[in-house]
């Protein structure tokens, strides 16, 4: 069955960086476009990136854009996110997230990770 | 960037009741509105996308509609599960793909 695993996450100040990664199993992983997105304590849902299922394209929510890099390896089923700089405000859950459609981009996501927990303190 | 507006933020409800929940788009956006449930500690979970089509394994109960700026997710003789928070989540080509603020179903 498809699995998706976060890690990664855990406690940074603010300012310096932490990278999360995404293991997918269960599914051809390079062929799907791939999303985070993350929940702040007690908040809403926020889109922050995706990737094309080969890597060819990448975008960003504005809040993160220059801050936050997503990667993938499609020979060992990982997603990245790279987050630098980080702010109090990046304080949340982060899931990572599969587009639900072969190839191209939906943007409707059909299996989430667990999530994993990056919190932003002095 | 599109914004998305979902009403109400919170309702109450009781069990075997219907509800509809409306998310409006400040731009057309065709059909690309998906609909998610969020159970407290639990992951979000795709209901419907393309605004109307169900995803699989779905309670066919849950239904949506609509078209370019406006759209319902309509849940129909509520369960004691379907108490929960609901997203809607715009996908149209021009990213990014936004979520709405969110709805909170309480059991009334």
């Known amino acids: 069955q498809v699995q998706l695993v976060e890690s990664g996450g855990g406690v940074v100040q603010p300012g310096r960086s932490l990278r999360l990664s995404c293991a997918a199993s269960g599914f051809t992983f390079s062929i799907y476009g791939m999303h985070w997105v993350r929940q702040a304590p007690g908040k809403g849902l926020e889109w922050v990136a995706v990737?094309?299922?080969?890597?060819?394209?990448?975008y960003y929510a504005d809040s993160v854009k220059g801050r936050f890099t997503i990667s993938r390896d499609n020979s060992k089923d990982i997603l990245y996110l790279q987050m630098n700089s980080l702010r109090v405000e990046d304080t949340a859950v982060y899931y990572c997230?599969?587009?639900?459609?072969?190839?191209?981009?939906?943007?409707?996501?059909?299996?989430w990770g667990q999530g994993t927990l990056v919190t932003v303190s002095s | 960037d599109i914004q998305v507006t979902q009403s109400p933020s919170s309702l109450s409800a009781s069990v075997g009741d219907g509800v509809t929940i409306t998310c409006r788009t400040s731009?057309?956006?065709?059909?690309?509105l998906n609909w998610y449930q969020q159970k407290p500690g639990k992951v979000p979970r795709l209901l419907i996308y393309?605004?109307?089509s169900l995803q699989s394994g779905v309670p066919s109960r849950f239904s949506g509609s609509g078209s370019g700026t406006d759209f319902t997710l309509t849940i129909s003789n509520l369960q004691p599960e379907d108490f929960a928070t609901y997203y809607c989540?715009?996908?149209?080509?021009?990213?990014?793909?936004?979520f709405g603020q969110g709805t909170k179903l309480e059991i009334k």
């Open positions: 990737t094309w299922y080969d890597g060819s394209n990448k």
């Open positions: 393309a605004a109307s």
């Open positions: 731009q057309n956006i065709n059909n690309y």
């Open positions: 989540q715009q996908s149209y080509s021009t990213l990014p793909f936004t």
């Open positions: 997230a599969r587009d639900s459609q072969q190839w191209l981009l939906h943007g409707s996501l059909d299996y």
